[in-house]
Nanobody, 123 residues
Protein backbone atom coordinates (compact mmCIF):
# COMPACT_ATOMS: atom_id res chain seq x y z
CA UNK A 1 0.00 0.00 0.00
CA UNK A 2 1.08 3.52 -0.79
CA UNK A 3 -0.59 6.76 0.27
CA UNK A 4 -1.70 8.96 -2.61
CA UNK A 5 -2.94 12.55 -2.63
CA UNK A 6 -4.38 14.16 -5.76
CA UNK A 7 -4.44 17.88 -6.42
CA UNK A 8 -4.87 20.32 -9.28
CA UNK A 9 -8.54 19.95 -10.04
CA UNK A 10 -10.83 22.90 -10.44
CA UNK A 11 -13.28 24.72 -12.67
CA UNK A 12 -12.38 25.40 -16.28
CA UNK A 13 -14.20 26.37 -19.45
CA UNK A 14 -14.51 23.96 -22.34
CA UNK A 15 -11.30 23.96 -24.33
CA UNK A 16 -9.20 24.75 -21.30
CA UNK A 17 -6.56 22.75 -19.50
CA UNK A 18 -5.72 21.48 -16.04
CA UNK A 19 -2.66 19.70 -14.72
CA UNK A 20 -3.54 17.13 -12.11
CA UNK A 21 -0.91 15.87 -9.69
CA UNK A 22 -0.75 12.79 -7.50
CA UNK A 23 1.84 12.73 -4.74
CA UNK A 24 2.85 9.34 -3.37
CA UNK A 25 4.32 8.69 0.03
CA UNK A 26 7.43 6.85 0.97
CA UNK A 27 9.59 4.25 -0.60
CA UNK A 28 9.59 2.49 -3.90
CA UNK A 29 7.32 4.79 -5.91
CA UNK A 30 9.46 3.95 -8.90
CA UNK A 31 8.34 0.30 -8.62
CA UNK A 32 4.64 1.11 -9.16
CA UNK A 33 2.72 1.47 -12.33
CA UNK A 34 0.34 4.39 -11.87
CA UNK A 35 -3.08 5.12 -13.26
CA UNK A 36 -5.75 7.77 -13.46
CA UNK A 37 -9.45 6.95 -13.30
CA UNK A 38 -12.50 9.17 -13.14
CA UNK A 39 -16.06 8.92 -11.94
CA UNK A 40 -18.97 11.19 -12.72
CA UNK A 41 -22.17 11.20 -10.63
CA UNK A 42 -24.34 8.22 -11.50
CA UNK A 43 -21.63 6.72 -13.69
CA UNK A 44 -19.21 3.84 -13.40
CA UNK A 45 -15.63 4.60 -12.55
CA UNK A 46 -13.72 4.56 -15.81
CA UNK A 47 -10.13 4.22 -16.85
CA UNK A 48 -8.35 7.30 -18.16
CA UNK A 49 -4.63 6.58 -18.45
CA UNK A 50 -1.82 4.52 -16.99
CA UNK A 51 1.95 4.65 -17.03
CA UNK A 52 4.51 1.95 -16.33
CA UNK A 53 6.91 2.14 -13.41
CA UNK A 54 9.71 3.20 -15.73
CA UNK A 55 7.56 5.81 -17.45
CA UNK A 56 8.32 4.28 -20.83
CA UNK A 57 4.92 2.72 -21.51
CA UNK A 58 1.54 4.42 -21.45
CA UNK A 59 -2.03 3.46 -22.26
CA UNK A 60 -4.90 5.89 -22.78
CA UNK A 61 -8.62 5.49 -22.92
CA UNK A 62 -10.09 6.42 -26.28
CA UNK A 63 -11.71 9.44 -24.64
CA UNK A 64 -8.31 10.69 -23.47
CA UNK A 65 -6.14 9.84 -26.45
CA UNK A 66 -4.72 12.95 -28.08
CA UNK A 67 -5.93 15.28 -25.34
CA UNK A 68 -4.49 13.97 -22.08
CA UNK A 69 -0.91 13.13 -21.19
CA UNK A 70 0.20 11.03 -18.25
CA UNK A 71 3.73 11.46 -16.96
CA UNK A 72 5.72 10.85 -13.82
CA UNK A 73 8.64 12.27 -11.91
CA UNK A 74 10.04 9.45 -9.82
CA UNK A 75 12.49 11.76 -8.06
CA UNK A 76 9.48 13.67 -6.69
CA UNK A 77 7.23 10.63 -6.17
CA UNK A 78 4.60 12.28 -8.33
CA UNK A 79 2.46 11.33 -11.31
CA UNK A 80 0.73 13.93 -13.47
CA UNK A 81 -2.21 14.07 -15.80
CA UNK A 82 -2.14 16.99 -18.21
CA UNK A 83 -5.67 17.50 -19.47
CA UNK A 84 -6.07 19.66 -22.58
CA UNK A 85 -9.04 20.55 -24.77
CA UNK A 86 -11.36 19.74 -21.91
CA UNK A 87 -15.00 18.98 -22.64
CA UNK A 88 -18.02 19.11 -20.34
CA UNK A 89 -18.16 15.32 -20.45
CA UNK A 90 -14.74 15.26 -18.77
CA UNK A 91 -16.38 16.55 -15.60
CA UNK A 92 -15.74 13.99 -12.87
CA UNK A 93 -13.77 13.21 -9.78
CA UNK A 94 -10.33 12.10 -10.90
CA UNK A 95 -8.51 9.46 -8.88
CA UNK A 96 -4.95 8.27 -9.08
CA UNK A 97 -4.02 4.71 -8.22
CA UNK A 98 -0.90 2.62 -7.73
CA UNK A 99 -0.32 -0.85 -9.10
CA UNK A 100 2.56 -3.00 -7.89
CA UNK A 101 1.83 -5.93 -10.20
CA UNK A 102 1.54 -4.93 -13.83
CA UNK A 103 0.23 -2.22 -16.11
CA UNK A 104 -3.56 -2.45 -16.15
CA UNK A 105 -6.58 -0.53 -17.38
CA UNK A 106 -8.84 -2.16 -14.78
CA UNK A 107 -9.48 -0.67 -11.37
CA UNK A 108 -9.17 -4.12 -9.78
CA UNK A 109 -5.55 -4.18 -10.86
CA UNK A 110 -4.63 -1.28 -8.60
CA UNK A 111 -3.77 -1.57 -4.92
CA UNK A 112 -3.93 1.97 -3.55
CA UNK A 113 -6.16 4.93 -4.32
CA UNK A 114 -6.14 8.62 -3.61
CA UNK A 115 -9.08 10.65 -2.34
CA UNK A 116 -9.82 12.22 -5.70
CA UNK A 117 -9.80 15.73 -7.12
CA UNK A 118 -12.81 17.36 -8.76
CA UNK A 119 -12.60 18.52 -12.36
CA UNK A 120 -15.53 20.58 -13.60
CA UNK A 121 -15.71 21.75 -17.20
CA UNK A 122 -18.31 24.36 -18.08
CA UNK A 123 -19.75 24.64 -21.59
Amino acid sequence: QVQLVESGGGLVQAGGSLRLSCAASGRAFSNYAMGWFRQAPGKEREFVATISASGHYTIYADSAKGRFTISRDNAKNTVFLQTNSLKPEDTAVYYCAANNRFVSTKSAGFDSWGQGTQVTVSP
